[in-house]
């Protein structure tokens, strides 16, 4: 039987549009990039606002970001 660690990552959910602060969540991550114009790791995330799919979320060198605008 394989051992797979769930990889997870508290992320900092905002919309900058409306200027809204939802908090920092713990979210499961499906996989890892780079941005290819400004080079800062992007990870696809599972939403944890029960709409199901994924979201995308930057690390903004203090923390992770995913702006919902």
């Not at 959910?13 to 400004?38: A, H, M, P, Q, W």
Request: with cysteine; net charge neutral; charged share 30%.
């Amino acid at each position: 039987m394989q051992n797979k660690t769930r990889k997870t990552l508290k992320v900092h959910f905002l919309n900058r549009g409306y200027d809204t602060d939802y908090g920092v969540k713990k979210v499961d991550v499906i996989s890892n990039s780079i941005c290819e114009f400004t080079t800062k790791p992007l990870a696809e995330i599972r939403s944890p606002f029960g709409l199901g799919g994924s979201l995308v979320a930057e690390y903004e060198g203090k923390e992770w970001v995913c702006d919902l605008d």
